[in-house]
Each structure stands twice: as structure tokens, then as C-alpha cells.
């Protein structure tokens, strides 16, 4: 199959060239004395004060909580006393923590359920909203709406559509013979009706990323491939499915962080129950620091939690250079 794609290869910036600019030519420390030189001098400090209440900020509520956290990580804190460092104590407790082992079970079983279900049924999803059929917009609309609906009150709404008795899946069920489920009150089925309902609530988001990407590939590309005999499926495969690759790298990855996250919908829904099937890291990471008061294991979680996201984001940013259209040339 012929590749339409564009071949050829550009020298594109490094990060320290965006970075630093012609700093890297000739020198960071010349470069920042002569910024605060001469004409330049005014201008340079007036970038530094209007970035100054942004750095402020960042720093009392993103760099002085982690730091907090950290230490209080290192400590045993009931909120009613003084902490009391303990060191590494919180961290070897989680080795025998039976119940750690099964919330970062719960946590993987979740994103690693919901995503790339979530991802596939958004990349066809956004296949049938790009196509140009009167009243599509209304479509486009009702996708989206459950996005920009608060998870509580859509996880409230889905508690009531899972009721056994009363909810309306089973009665659909019933309808045709068939015994539904006891859902969100049995151990098999609560994770899985979970991940339906924050599918249901998060696929209008990454639909409306990729439905941007398909908008912005180029029509000459697929004119040409059309010309040269190509049908649809070679055209999605060799053409659309390459060009959306980065796009689809970053619902990806935004939304395997966001699912390792979630808590509103487990904590509405489940209280992680039954049988704390469906209590994951997050929802452990609130019971231990604001139900038993053990403030540092929570602390000491939440950075296991911090460390686990690390860990994936950079696996999938070094395995972006095998499926991800212009990563290798970056490189």
C-alpha cells in the first residue's frame, strides 16, 4: 500500500532549543545577564512580575502540599496529636497489607478495563460524528452532555438504574427473560457496572478530541489515497489511523491517569462494597487519612499511587516511538 503520509524528515527543536533559545548558542549565563542589561532590562522584569502570581500560587498550593505530604509520609498522625516520625515504617507496612494489595488490584482492574474500552468506542464514535449528515450537531451535543454533568449526580442517577428490584436494566431484562444481575451489590458485577457508568459519563470527552483530529487531516491526503484505488478500510488504516496516532496517544495517557484517580463514582456508588470489591487506591488513600484518622499510611499510599502513574506514563511515552505517527523523528 502506498504511504501518503509525509516522508520527509526535519531537524525539529530539542527541548533545551525551546527551552532555552539562542541561550543554547551562546550561553545560558550570557543570555541571562544580558536580559537584565541595557533595554532589555525593563522588559525582563516585567515578565518575571506578570509570571510571578502564577509561581506564587504553584508554589503555596502545588509545591508546599507535596512537601507536606512527603513528610507526613514519614510519620504516624492522628490529627489530634503531634506527628511522630516514624520513617519508612508506613511504606513497609503496606508489604503485609492485604487490603493494599486488593485496592491496587481494584485500581488496575478499573483502568485497565474502562480505558481501552472507553478509547476504542470514542475513536468510532467520533468516526460517525464526522460525518456530514443534517443534524449531526444535536448528536455531537447529547455525546458531550454527560461530561459536563457532576459525577455525583450521574453516579446517584446510575445507582438507581443498577437497583436489582426496581432499577431499569433489570426490567429491560426481564422484558425478555432474563434474570438480571444484583450489580453494584454483588462482588462479580460492581466493578464492571462502575466502569459502564464512568464510561458512559467520560467517552463525550475523548470523542470531542478525536473528532477534532479527524477534522484537521488534510482532505488531499485521502483524495490521493481514493485516486490510487484505496478503499475505505485502507483508508482509515493507512492514512486516518496514523495521523490520529498522536491524538490518540494523549486520550490515552490522560485518560489512564485520570482513571487511576477516580474516586467520586466509587465513593457515591459503592462505598467501596461489596466485600471491598470495588474499593480502589484512591478510595483507601480517604479512609485511612479521614475514617481511621491514620493520616501518614494515607500520605505514605498516595505517593505509592504518585509513583504508579509515573511508572506508566513512562512506559507508554517510550512505547509512543513504535505506533505514534512522528515521535521516532523527534527523537
Do not use: C
Not at 202 to 208: C, Q, S, V, W
Not at 214 to 221: A, D, R, S, V, Y
Not at 264 to 289: C, E, K, R, S
Amino acid at each position: 500500500m502506498t504511504n501518503y503520509l509525509p516522508t520527509e524528515k526535519q531537524s525539529p527543536a530539542t527541548m533545551s532549543d525551546i527551552l532555552l533559545g539562542s541561550s543554547v548558542k551562546g550561553g545560558l549565563l550570557q543570555e541571562l545577564r544580558s536580559a537584565f542589561t541595557g533595554i532589555r532590562r525593563g522588559e525582563t522584569i516585567a515578565g518575571y512580575l506578570f509570571v510571578l502570581p502564577n509561581l506564587i500560587g504553584f508554589a503555596i498550593f502545588g509545591l508546599f502540599p507535596i512537601a507536606f505530604a512527603f513528610y507526613i509520609a514519614l510519620t504516624n498522625w492522628n490529627l489530634s496529636s503531634a506527628p511522630q516520625f516514624v520513617g519508612l515504617t508506613n511504606f513497609q507496612t503496606m508489604l503485609t497489607d492485604r487490603l493494599f494489595w486488593l485496592a491496587l488490584k481494584n485500581s488496575f482492574y478499573y483502568t485497565f478495563g474502562a480505558v481501552p474500552f472507553g478509547v476504542f468506542a470514542a475513536f468510532w464514535l467520533a468516526l460517525l460524528m464526522n460525518r456530514k449528515i443534517r443534524g449531526m450537531v444535536i448528536f455531537r451535543t447529547a455525546a458531550f452532555l454527560p461530561q459536563i454533568t457532576l459525577t455525583v449526580a450521574v453516579a446517584v442517577v446510575w445507582s438507581w438504574i443498577y437497583h436489582p428490584e426496581f432499577g431499569l436494566f433489570n426490567f429491560l431484562l426481564r422484558l425478555v427473560g432474563i434474570t438480571g444481575p444484583r450489580w453494584i451489590y454483588s462482588t462479580a458485577w460492581a466493578m464492571p457496572a462502575v466502569i459502564i457508568m464512568s464510561n458512559w459519563q467520560g467517552i463525550g470527552f475523548a470523542t470531542l478530541i478525536i473528532l477534532a483530529a479527524l477534522q484537521g487531516i488534510p482532505e488531499e491526503l485521502l483524495e490521493a489515497a481514493a485516486i490510487d484505488g484505496a478503499n475505505g478500510w485502507q483508508k482509515l488504516r493507512f492514512v486516518t489511523v496514523p495521523l490520529l496516532s498522536p491524538t490518540i496517544f494523549f486520550v490515552v495517557v490522560t485518560s489512564l491517569i485520570g482513571a487511576f484517580q477516580s474516586f467520586d463514582q466509587f465513593y457515591v456508588m459503592t462505598q467501596g462494597g461489596p466485600a471491598n470489591a470495588t474499593t480502589p487506591l484512591t478510595l483507601y488513600i480517604f479512609q485511612n487519612g479521614f475514617q481511621f484518622f491514620k493520616m501518614g499510611y494515607g500520605a505514605a499510599l498516595s505517593f505509592v499511587l504518585f509513583l504508579i502513574i509515573l511508572l506508566i506514563t513512562f512506559i507508554q511515552w517510550k512505547l509512543a516511538r513504535r505506533w505514534v505517527y512522528g515521535v521516532s523523528d523527534a527523537e
